[in-house]
C-alpha cells in the first residue's frame, strides 16, 4: 500500500482557510508506527502530482475536514445490548465522523480516571475513529460529590456534563462550574428544570393533547438555560448548552454571547427537521429529550445556526434494543440514533431545500466542536490531522434502519428519502470507510 493518498478535482470546503474551490488534497498515511492516527495533511493545492501515491476521483464531491460529534451516547459499559463502542465507532465512520464524544451516563458512569481510560484504550482497540470520552460532574451521577475532574482531564477527558442527569440543586452546580474553570474545561449542560418535566413524554401543546400525552413544557427549559448562564457569568466558566430546541433559549444565548459570557451551544438534526407533529400516532421513534418542538421553533434554530448563535451540530446519537422502543409511548424511552442519517438530513432539508449556507454547515459539523473542545482537527491545512470526508451532495438513497451498522434501530427517518451521501472516511490519515 502506497504511504500517499490523494483526493483529486474535488470541491475543498474548509472554513478555517475559508476555502470552497476544486482542489487536490495530499495526504500521508498512518504508517502504523508511534500513536495511532498520526496521518498528515501534506498539500491542499491545484494539480497535485504524486506518483507513488493512491488516487481517488473526487470530481463533483465534496472533500470536507472530517465531522466531529461531540455528544454521542456509545452504551460502554453496562448496556452493550444497546452499542458498544465497536459498533458506534462503525456508524460514525459510515456517518462521515473522525472524532465523537461519548457521554458519561454508561452503567457506571464515567465518573473517574479507570473509566476515562478505559474508554480511550477500547477506541484505540477498535481502531476506527476518535472516541474521547466526557467525564461525570458527580460521583455515580448523585450530585453529591465533585469528581476529580482535574486528574480525568489529564488522563484524556475532553469535557465533562450530568447529560442524562441533569443538575437540580443550583448550589451544586455553581461548584462545578467553579472546578471547571479551575480545570480550564467545558461543561456540557443538559438543561432541563425536572419539577416541571416529571411525566412529560413529548411537547407540551396541541398534539400531546390530541394524543392524550402529558406535556413538556418549554419553560423547563427556557428556566434552566436561563440558570446556566447566569452561573456561568457568576463563574466565568466555560458552558456548552446541549441540544436547544426552543427559540426562547436561543435568545437567551444570544443576549449572553453578546454579554461576553462563555457559553456556546449545539442543536440536533432532529431539532433542526421535525416538529412535533412527527410522533404521529405514537410513534416511539419520535420519543425524545427535550421533545421535538414547533415549525416556529425549527425556523428559529435554523436562523440561529446560520448566524452562528448556535455553535455547532451535534446529532444526541441514542441508540435503544428495539424491543424497548416497541411498546407503548409512556413506556418507551427517550432517545433515537443519528450518526448515518445526520448527512443525508441536513443536505437534503438544509442545504437542497432550504439553501442554508455550506460553508457554515461544514464549520458546524467540524471546525466549531473542534475549536470548543480544543481539538486538534476541523481544518484541512497543510500541517493538521489527516482526518477527511468526502460527500456527494447528489447521491440520492432510502435509508434503511436494518442495515445500520449501529445497533441501534430507533430513527424517525427510516424509509425517507435522501439526497446527500458519505462516500469515504479518512482518520488520522487512514481509509476507515469507503462506501462500495
Not at 493518498?5 to 482542489?23: E, F, S, W
Not at 444497546?82 to 459510515?94: D, L, R
Not at 411498546?327 to 432539508?349: C, M, N, R, S
Amino acid at each position: 500500500m502506497s504511504q500517499y493518498l490523494l483526493l483529486k478535482n474535488g470541491t475543498v470546503v474548509d472554513p478555517p482557510q475559508n476555502l470552497m474551490a476544486v482542489r487536490d488534497v495530499l495526504i500521508e498515511r498512518d504508517t502504523g508506527q508511534g500513536t495511532w492516527g498520526m496521518g498528515r495533511i501534506l498539500a491542499v493545492a491545484e494539480n497535485i502530482v504524486a506518483e507513488d501515491a493512491e488516487v481517488i476521483d473526487c470530481t463533483g464531491k465534496l472533500v470536507v475536514p472530517g465531522l466531529v460529534d461531540m455528544h454521542v451516547h456509545f452504551r460502554e459499559p453496562g448496556e452493550e445490548h444497546k452499542e458498544t463502542i465497536a459498533t458506534g465507532s462503525a456508524a460514525a465512520v459510515a456517518g462521515g465522523f473522525t472524532t465523537v464524544c461519548c457521554m458519561p451516563n454508561t452503567k457506571p458512569p464515567l465518573d473517574d480516571v479507570a473509566a476515562i481510560e478505559f474508554v480511550l484504550k477500547r477506541t484505540e482497540e477498535v481502531g476506527l475513529c476518535r472516541v474521547l470520552p466526557i467525564g461525570a460532574v458527580s460521583v455515580g451521577f448523585k450530585h453529591e460529590q465533585l469528581t476529580e475532574m482535574a486528574a480525568m482531564r489529564e488522563a484524556g477527558a475532553v469535557a465533562f456534563s450530568d447529560d442524562g442527569e441533569p443538575i437540580q440543586d443550583s448550589g451544586f452546580l455553581r461548584k462545578v462550574l467553579a472546578y471547571s474553570k479551575v480545570c480550564d474545561a467545558v461543561v456540557i449542560l443538559h438543561c432541563e428544570d425536572k419539577s416541571l418535566t416529571a411525566g412529560g413524554l413529548m411537547n407540551e401543546g396541541l398534539t400531546a393533547l390530541r394524543l392524550g400525552l402529558r406535556g413538556i413544557p418549554r419553560a423547563a427549559e427556557i428556566t434552566a438555560v436561563h440558570r446556566a448562564i447566569q452561573l456561568a457569568k457568576q463563574t466565568g466558566a466555560k458552558v456548552h448548552i446541549a441540544h436547544v430546541s426552543v427559540k426562547e433559549a436561543v435568545d437567551l444565548i444570544r443576549r449572553a454571547k453578546e454579554e461576553g459570557v462563555q457559553v456556546t451551544a449545539e442543536v440536533t438534526p432532529h431539532h433542526l427537521t421535525l416538529t412535533e407533529e412527527a410522533v404521529g400516532d405514537y410513534d416511539t421513534n419520535a420519543k425524545m429529550n427535550p421533545p421535538l418542538r414547533t415549525a416556529e421553533d425549527v425556523a428559529a434554530l435554523r436562523e440561529a445556526l446560520a448566524e452562528g448563535v448556535i455553535d455547532c451540530i451535534a446529532t444526541d446519537h441514542a441508540p435503544h434494543a428495539v424491543e424497548e422502543k416497541e411498546t407503548t409511548f409512556d413506556d418507551a424511552p427517550f432517545g433515537i440514533v443519528g450518526l448515518e442519517t445526520a448527512v443525508g438530513v441536513l443536505w437534503t432539508e438544509l442545504v437542497h431545500k432550504s439553501n442554508f449556507p455550506l460553508m457554515r454547515l461544514v464549520e458546524a459539523m467540524s471546525t466549531k466542536p473542534c475549536q470548543i473542545l480544543g481539538l486538534d482537527s476541523g481544518t484541512l491545512r497543510e500541517g493538521s490531522r489527516a482526518d477527511v470526508t468526502v460527500i456527494d451532495p447528489e447521491a440520492i438513497w432510502t435509508v434503511d434502519a436494518n442495515k445500520f451498522h449501529s445497533k441501534g434501530r430507533n430513527t424517525p427517518y427510516n424509509g425517507w428519502t435522501l439526497k446527500g451521501k458519505v462516500l469515504l472516511t479518512v482518520c488520522g490519515g487512514r481509509i476507515v470507510f469507503r462506501e462500495a
